[in-house]
């Protein structure tokens, strides 16, 4: 594998004051028709940062300012064979002030609010699922570092480099007291 052959995002959980989270219908590739957190690509040709990425994808994709202050890194995640042949290497954030406003549709897909219990019912990405959203959660105060093998469609087998391994989405928020102290400083 080259190091051309992955692909740098990162990607901000957004919560509000009542404790919804923010997700986006995906209207393109990857994750076509799924709900998903906002994020993108980094810009790795003008030597773009995780940070500097997040900052943008966030503002491009709700019209939101923030700054690096503003974000939290709580996990780095390599994807291995995602959707068949995608290498993704993803640094997760969390956004730590509220955003209480809907954003506006834009051109990667539609917006929408939504409280932690939901998550089990809607579409979204299964190592979104399964990893992504505990780790979001769990408000964990170390960065954890995982490689998931995504190869054949499975999305259960993970190397955990750096923190101890998460629980289930279902068993974190049953565990979990969800108001507004998703946020924090």
């Known amino acids: 594998m080259t190091e051309s052959s992955h ?37 790795r040709e003008l030597g773009e940062s995780p940070f500097d990425c997040a900052l943008r994808e966030l503002h491009e994709e709700t019209g939101f300012r923030a700054s690096a202050d503003d974000l939290q890194l709580f996990a780095v995640v390599n994807e291995n064979a995602y959707e068949g042949d995608d290498h993704w290497l993803m640094f997760l954030f969390r956004l730590r002030q509220p955003m209480d ?59 955990y480099e750096q923190g101890a391994p998460i629980d289930t989405l279902e068993n974190t928020l049953a565990s979990l007291s969800l108001a507004p102290a998703l946020l924090t400083r």
């Open 101 to 159: 406003t809907l954003p506006p549709a834009c051109v990667e897909g539609a917006f929408q609010f939504f409280q932690p219990s939901e998550l089990l019912s809607l579409p979204i990405p299964p190592v979104d699922r399964r990893y992504l959203w505990p780790l979001f959660f769990e408000q964990r105060p170390e960065v954890v570092s995982l490689s998931i093998d995504c190869a054949g469609g499975n999305h259960g087998d993970a190397i």
């Open 7 to 43: 692909r740098i995002c990162s990607i901000v959980f957004v919560a509000d004051h009542h404790g919804r989270v923010l997700l986006q219908h995906r209207r393109k590739r990857p994750n076509l028709g799924l709900w998903t957190s906002c994020g993108g690509k980094l810009k």
